[in-house]
T-cell receptor, first 116, second 111 residues
Framework: AQKVTQAQTEISVVEKEDVTLDCVYE???????LFWYKQPPSGELVFLIR??????QNEISGRYSWNFQKSTSSFNFTITASQVVDSAVYFC?????????????FGQGTRLTINP | DTGVSQDPRHKITKRGQNVTFRCDPI?????LYWYRQTLGQGPEFLTY????????KSRLLSDRFSAERPKGSFSTLEIQRTEQGDSAMYLC?????????FGPGTRLLVL
């Protein structure tokens, strides 16, 4: 069965610090997708990134970067120079394809608090 | 480009009552998903539609739950005879390809 583990339940840092959110996954599929979503206090899940299992290139988008390592089944997310607006719950997710549905299996989330 | 919308945003009901939630996906998206999220947990898959066909249902979806997408556009999720354990955030998502875009959710509280 597919599984996503986010071992860090809560992280609290001071503004401008760098912070890394860990994500480890389990799957028997050879083709899969990994995702990160942000859930601010308003509750809506905001899509951040999608990564195909065949593409291990790291990605950078502004202050955000993602490190995908298939060898360790990890897909970690780093925020550089954190800001108060980054405070949210962050979810890592793995797509599980069944009958055409790409349902998402989520981790339990990491609550990130950025203190001014 | 409007995103996924859900209605109502909040619902308080008494145990035993029926409730219905609505989801309007992004217009060109043919895939629609329902998830449930309880406090402190990640969302859990409930059911999936491709156009009007309901192709998969989770074991989480008991007989009291039913979902429809009659014309392949909006979808409804009904919970009959609500129980306190049904209290959760119900999230709808839609997609055209692999990436799912989520609505704001409907927060249900069963008293």
């Amino acid at each position: 069965a597919q599984k996503v583990t986010q071992a860090q339940t809560e992280i609290s840092v001071v503004e401008k610090e760098d912070v890394t959110l860990d994500c480890v996954y389990e799957t028997r599929d050879t083709t899969y997708y990994l995702f990160w979503y942000k859930q601010p206090p308003s509750g809506e899940l905001v899509f951040l990134i999608r990564r195909n299992s065949f593409d291990e290139q790291n990605e950078i988008s502004g202050r955000y970067s993602w490190n995908f390592q298939k060898s360790t089944s990890s897909f970690n997310f780093t925020i550089t120079a954190s800001q108060v607006v980054d405070s949210a719950v962050y979810f890592c997710a793995l797509s599980e394809q069944n009958q055409g549905a790409q349902k998402l299996v989520f981790g339990q989330g990491t609550r990130l608090t950025i203190n001014p | 480009d409007t995103g996924v919308s859900q209605d109502p945003r909040h619902k308080i009901t008494k145990r035993g009552q029926n409730v219905t939630f609505r989801c309007d996906p992004i217009s060109e998206h043919n895939r629609l998903y329902w998830y449930r999220q309880t406090l402190g947990q990640g969302p859990e898959f409930l059911t999936y539609f491709q156009n009007e066909a309901q192709l998969e249902k989770s074991r989480l979806l008991s007989d009291r739950f039913s979902a429809e997408r009659p014309k392949g556009s909006f979808s409804t999720l009904e919970i009959q005879r609500t129980e306190q354990g049904d209290s959760a955030m119900y999230l709808c998502a839609s997609s055209e390809q692999e990436t799912q875009y989520f609505g704001p959710g409907t927060r249900l509280l069963v008293l």
